[in-house]
T-cell receptor
Framework: KQEVTQIPAALSVPEGENLVLNCSFT??????LQWFRQDPGKGLTSLLL?????REQTSGRLNASLDKSSGRSTLYIAASQPGDSATYLC??????????FGQGTILTVHP | DTGVSQDPRHKITKRGQNVTFRCDPI?????LYWYRQTLGQGPEFLTY????????KSRLLSDRFSAERPKGSFSTLEIQRTEQGDSAMYLC??????????????FGEGSRLTVL
C-alpha cells in the first residue's frame, strides 16, 4: 500500500527566498508523481507531473524532481512571492490514475 | 472547455438526510474519479469510472454511498442517511486514458458538505 509523507507540514518564509518542499513515498513502483496547489476552500490545481521514467520537470519558477530509488520527490520554488502562499500537495499515481496524497505543506510567503 | 465542474459548491444538511453531488468532467475525458478531503488532510480516493463502468471502489465508500456515471459523461455521488463524519470536501477529477496516457488528473473546485 502506497503511503506518502510531506515535510515540513508548514513553512513560513520571507518574499524572495528560494524554498524546497519534500515528499517521500513508500512504493517505488509509482507510475507518476504529481504536485498540486490548493488555495483555502478550493480545488486542486495541477502544477507539475513527473513520469516514472523522468527525473525532473520545470514550469516557470517551479522545478520538481523525482528519485524513485530513494522514494523521494522535491518541489523547488524560486524567488517566492506572497501569491505562492497555499497548500502544496504531492501524490503518487498508478497507471490507471489512482492518486495517493500526502497531507500537504502549508506555505506562507510574507512580504 | 471550462474544466471539471462540480455542483453544488456548498451543501449544508441535517444528519439523516440524503445528498447528491454532480460532477461534469472535461469533455472527451473517459475517466472520472471521486476523492474525499477532510480538514487538514490530503484527498483520499473513493472510486473511479472508465466511461460508464465503475472499476474500483475504496473501502471508504460505505453502503450509504453510491456513485454513478450512467452515460459515461457526468457523474453523481449520493450519500444516504448522512452522518456528521461525512462532513468533508468531495472532489471530482477527470483524465484522458489512452495510448499516450500520462495519468494526469484534473480536479474540480469541490463540493463542501457540512452535516449538522
Amino acid at each position: 500500500k502506497q503511503e506518502v509523507t510531506q515535510i515540513p507540514a508548514a513553512l513560513s518564509v520571507p518574499e524572495g527566498e528560494n524554498l524546497v518542499l519534500n515528499c517521500s513515498f513508500t512504493d517505488s513502483a509509482i507510475y507518476n508523481l504529481q504536485w498540486f496547489r490548493q488555495d483555502p476552500g478550493k480545488g486542486l490545481t495541477s502544477l507539475l507531473l513527473i513520469q516514472s521514467s523522468q527525473r525532473e520537470q520545470t514550469s516557470g519558477r517551479l522545478n520538481a524532481s523525482l528519485d524513485k530509488s530513494s522514494g523521494r520527490s522535491t518541489l523547488y520554488i524560486a524567488a517566492s512571492q506572497p501569491g505562492d502562499s497555499a497548500t502544496y500537495l504531492c501524490a503518487g499515481g498508478t497507471s490507471y490514475g489512482k492518486l495517493t496524497f500526502g497531507q500537504g505543506t502549508i506555505l506562507t510567503v510574507h512580504p | 472547455d471550462t474544466g471539471v465542474s462540480q455542483d453544488p459548491r456548498h451543501k449544508i444538511t441535517k444528519r439523516g438526510q440524503n445528498v447528491t453531488f454532480r460532477c461534469d468532467p472535461i469533455s472527451e475525458h473517459n475517466r472520472l474519479y471521486w476523492y474525499r478531503q477532510t480538514l487538514g488532510q490530503g484527498p483520499e480516493f473513493l472510486t473511479y469510472f472508465q466511461n460508464e463502468a465503475q472499476l474500483e471502489k475504496s473501502r471508504l465508500l460505505s453502503d450509504r454511498f453510491s456513485a454513478e456515471r450512467p452515460k459515461g459523461s457526468f457523474s453523481t455521488l449520493e450519500i444516504q442517511r448522512t452522518e456528521q463524519g461525512d462532513s468533508a470536501m468531495y472532489l471530482c477529477a477527470s483524465s484522458l486514458f489512452g495510448r499516450s496516457n500520462t495519468g494526469e488528473l484534473f480536479f474540480g473546485e469541490g463540493s463542501r458538505l457540512t452535516v449538522l
